[in-house]
């Protein structure tokens, strides 16, 4: 089985701008987490979508938007760019359904997002 | 809400000693997930451990979860190159209820040195 697929690897965008970024799950796994690297704060939970409803979000602007495709497949926006947005963005699949117990995710290699 | 110290945050080892990292929980830890990542690359799962007193061991590491001390500690055996990166103990909200996905420590940077 191919494993977590997130394009691009790398992007260099500017303040003010806005970045997609994408995410294929393992095949099979209907659930998709996001998540956000930083030295500063570490992995921060971004948001979780399932059956292509979003189930749960972490505390982050609504500038920080995503949504899931029938196919599982993922998307993340991050509109009006700042330099704090600077990381490694990292997505998740999981054969999970809602009211499950502990589940392995499985993470992608991720997108290293820098804004100049 | 919940949070993971780990400690120490980093280590340097010479090739063939054992080490062992520590995760403390600020709140009751239901299970448990480590994970290993080298240097801007996405997370490997190490081990998933569900209940108070469980042990799991996987090729030279062993991990442990001690729930009345809110406390999971990963162990490695005659540490190797191949053992280097960064280590990361993660929780699960929803386990406790909550809905704010995995939390994670800031990692632990393992050096081997040969």
């Known amino acids: 089985k191919a494993g977590v697929t997130q394009t691009p690897r790398y992007l260099i965008k500017t303040r003010g701008q806005q970045v997609t970024l994408s995410c294929s799950p393992i095949?099979?796994?209907?659930?998709v987490s996001w998540y956000q690297q930083t030295p500063g704060q570490g992995l921060q939970f971004l948001f979780e979508?399932?059956?292509?409803?979003?189930?749960n979000k972490g505390n982050f602007p609504g500038r920080f938007s995503g949504r899931q495709f029938s196919n599982s497949r993922s998307e993340m926006n991050v509109s009006t760019l700042e330099l704090g947005d600077s990381a490694l963005y990292l997505c998740?699949?999981?054969?999970?359904?809602?009211?499950?117990?502990?589940?392995?995710?499985?993470f992608g290699s991720g997108t290293q997002l820098s804004v100049l | 809400s919940q949070e993971l110290e780990q400690s120490p945050q980093s280590l340097i080892v010479q090739e063939g000693k054992n080490l062992t990292i520590n995760c403390t929980s600020s709140?009751?830890?239901?299970?448990l997930y480590w994970y290993k990542q080298k240097y801007g690359e996405g997370l490997i799962f190490l081990m998933m451990?569900?209940?108070?007193?469980e042990e799991k061991s996987h090729e030279k590491i062993t991990a442990k979860l001690d729930e009345k001390k809110q406390q999971s500690s990963l162990h490695i055996t005659a540490s190797q190159p191949s053992h280097a990166g960064i280590y990361l103990c993660?929780?699960?909200?929803?386990?406790?209820?909550?809905?704010?996905?995995?939390?994670f420590g800031k990692g632990t940077h393992l050096i081997i040195q040969p």
């Open positions: 998740a699949s999981s054969p999970r359904s809602p009211g499950q117990g502990m589940e392995k995710l499985f």
């Open positions: 095949s099979g796994h209907r659930s």
């Open positions: 979508y399932f059956s292509e409803t979003q189930r």
């Open positions: 709140k009751t830890l239901y299970g």
């Open positions: 451990l569900q209940k108070g007193g």
């Open positions: 993660g929780a699960d909200s929803f386990l406790r209820g909550g809905a704010d996905g995995l939390t």
